[in-house]
């Protein structure tokens, strides 16, 4: 099944615990993307990912790091959590970022950093 | 002006009816769109994609987008309650690979 997944999907942490949330996709896709989702505030993007090694930010990455080393994983890490951080993160793929391609996203991931 | 604006409702519409969803965008935003459906709870699902002026239709669903006012519509026919969720509308930022979403608005479909 095509599908996206990330790991964990609830997380409760205390400040300055760095962590790592992970994201994968089997469908071969070169756009990956992290957004995070705030009350009032929608979906922002954090980081995104043309292909292998291209990484560039959203416009909310301080405060997160990401790699792509493969195809398929797209972790988000954060170094040094705190409060502000808590929120709702989806992890996304898409073909390539044209116009014309879907984004897929993942089931979504539930951070509270106390 | 927010790069991409909708109203976060709730809409309010009587089952059978048409529910109409507004979004506007900036200069900033390349001109193609794109409409999400989100449960509570749930992850963002497209419904579709728009980037020619017009309309396009799928079953129930048409968008509309017009590129001289700078607004692009989702139209619900026959809106069931099965369809109350939040809808997001999605544009790219020109001349990048960054994806700017509205806020959503909520519609509330009553049996």
């Known amino acids: 099944e095509a599908q996206v997944t990330q790991n964990p999907r609830y997380l409760i942490t205390v400040t300055g615990k760095k962590l790592t949330v992970t994201c994968s996709q089997n469908?071969?896709?070169?756009?990956m993307s992290w957004y995070r989702q705030d009350p009032g505030l929608g979906l922002r993007q954090i980081y995104y990912s043309m292909n292998v090694e291209a990484t560039d930010k959203g416009d909310v990455p301080e405060g997160y790091k990401v790699s792509r080393k493969e195809k398929r994983n797209f972790p988000l890490i954060l170094e040094s959590p705190s409060p502000n951080q808590t929120s709702l993160y989806f992890c996304a793929s898409s073909y390539r970022a044209t116009d014309l391609d879907t984004q897929y996203f993942g089931p979504g991931t539930r951070l509270t950093v106390l | 002006q927010k790069e991409v604006e909708q109203n976060s409702g709730p809409l309010s519409v009587p089952e059978g009816a048409i529910a109409s969803l507004n979004c506007t965008y900036s200069?900033?935003?390349?001109?193609?769109f794109f409409w999400y459906r989100q449960y509570s709870g749930k992850s963002p699902e497209l419904i579709m994609s728009i980037y020619s002026n017009g309309d396009k239709e799928d079953g129930r669903f048409t968008a509309q987008l017009n590129k001289a006012s700078q607004y692009v519509s989702l139209l619900i026919r026959d809106s069931q309650p099965s369809d109350s969720a939040t809808y997001l509308c999605?544009?790219?930022?020109?001349?990048?690979?960054?994806?700017?979403f509205g806020t959503g608005t909520r519609l509330k479909v009553l049996a």
């Open positions: 200069d900033r935003v390349s001109q193609s």
């Open positions: 999605a544009g790219r930022n020109s001349g990048t690979y960054k994806y700017i």
């Open positions: 469908m071969n896709h070169e756009y």
